[in-house]
């Protein structure tokens, strides 16, 4: 069972919480070599379409966050995160709340995510906030390089 949440402010993020989010996802092991954490930050935070959502605590430290997205029909969660010191106190549950309501609020009716292989010790987390597996499979094709 979780502690009981811990108060935090859930607010947009701002550029100069970058270091601060990007240390967490860090922290968390969300980063891969192939992304560039901050410019996801920066992408995210500079879209219409797009932002970085970030809890601070009482002293200001960013402790959790989520990028949330959508293309007009599908809402996407990425970076879901919550400080590991912090864990099971609500941050993460809060954080995919608050991108379900930033989602709703622009009209997008379905919010999903994907989990790295490398990751599945998380899906019993999205389970239990009603999230389910799909039938799908992702394809990707990078767009830059040879």
């Not at 270091?19 to 920066?42: I, Q």
């Not at 959790?64 to 099971?88: E, F, N």
């Not at 599945?120 to 992702?138: D, I, K, P, T």
Request: glycine share 10%; aromatic share 8%.
């Amino acid at each position: 069972m979780d502690a009981p949440a811990v108060d935090v402010t859930i607010r947009p993020a701002e550029a100069a919480d970058e270091a601060a989010t990007v240390a967490l996802w860090r922290a968390c092991g969300l980063v891969v070599s192939y992304n560039d954490p901050g410019a996801d930050f920066r992408f995210a935070h500079a879209g219409r379409a797009s932002d970085v959502l970030v809890a601070v605590d009482a002293r200001g430290r960013v402790v959790g966050s989520v990028m949330v997205g959508h293309d007009g029909h599908r809402g996407w969660l990425y970076y879901v995160a919550a400080d590991p010191g912090m864990r099971s106190q609500g941050i993460g549950r809060r954080m995919v709340k608050a991108a379900e309501a930033w989602l709703s609020e622009r009209g997008v009716r379905k919010a999903e995510l994907m989990v790295r292989q490398t990751n599945a010790g998380v899906m019993a987390f999205y389970e239990r906030l009603g999230f389910e597996r799909s039938a799908v499979l992702v394809m990707q094709r990078w767009l830059t390089g040879d």
